[in-house]
């Protein structure tokens, strides 16, 4: 990683706010090496690890702004990292989670040709991506009220989630609009 003055470092970061392309990609180049070394310790793969990157400096882009003291890069830097390292590994658990459980769950409806195959496959994916896109919280009501085979009781529900019970439904009402809104568009792009 090339060092750079505090001095240095905070006029580079006025010319990225000015935006300064030439600064920005200097910018980039000296905070790639600290991304990739949190990425590795992280055992992501190289190309996990250069999403990560591709994350990371957008965030950076949105919010150099707020960035007070130009000697705390760095650790902005390695906070956002974290972040999305972080994001990155828990939607992997959710879709490990939809994979497994979810999908064999929704039920197969009777189909008369490969093509009615191919739409209902396209119609899981659609329903998999737009689970994705809830908060944890959302997900995983969503998950248990429709896709759990136990099929646990609101207060169950509640006390897992800790919410009260008298929520669930209103809740769940926002969520699959949410989920509904998200659809329609998806289906508007085909």
Avoid at 55 to 76: D, H, M, N, Y
Avoid at 145 to 161: N, T
Wanted: charged fraction near 30%; include cysteine; hydrophobic fraction near 40%.
């Amino acid at each position: 990683m090339k060092k750079i003055s505090k001095k240095s470092l905070a006029d580079l970061i006025e010319k990225c706010n000015n935006g300064d392309e030439a600064a920005w990609h200097i910018l980039i180049d000296f905070i790639a090496p600290y991304v990739f070394a949190i990425c590795s310790k992280s055992r992501m793969t190289r190309d996990e690890s250069f999403d990560i990157f591709g994350q990371v400096s957008l965030q950076l882009i949105k919010s150099i702004k707020r960035l007070k003291e130009p000697g705390s890069l760095l650790a902005f830097v390695g906070t956002i990292t974290r972040r999305e390292i972080y994001a990155f590994f828990q939607k992997i658990m959710m879709t490990d989670s939809i994979d497994e459980e979810i999908v064999n769950s929704v039920p197969d409806l009777y189909s008369k040709s490969p093509e009615d195959d191919f739409v209902l496959l396209e119609k899981r994916e659609m329903l998999m991506e737009a689970m994705l896109s809830l908060s944890e919280r959302d997900f995983l009501l969503i998950k248990m009220l429709y896709f759990d085979p136990g099929e646990p009781s609101y207060k169950a529900i509640a006390k897992k989630l800790n919410m009260p019970v008298s929520s669930i439904g209103p809740i769940r009402g926002k969520i699959l609009v949410r989920l509904y809104k998200y659809l329609k568009i998806k289906n508007k792009g085909k």
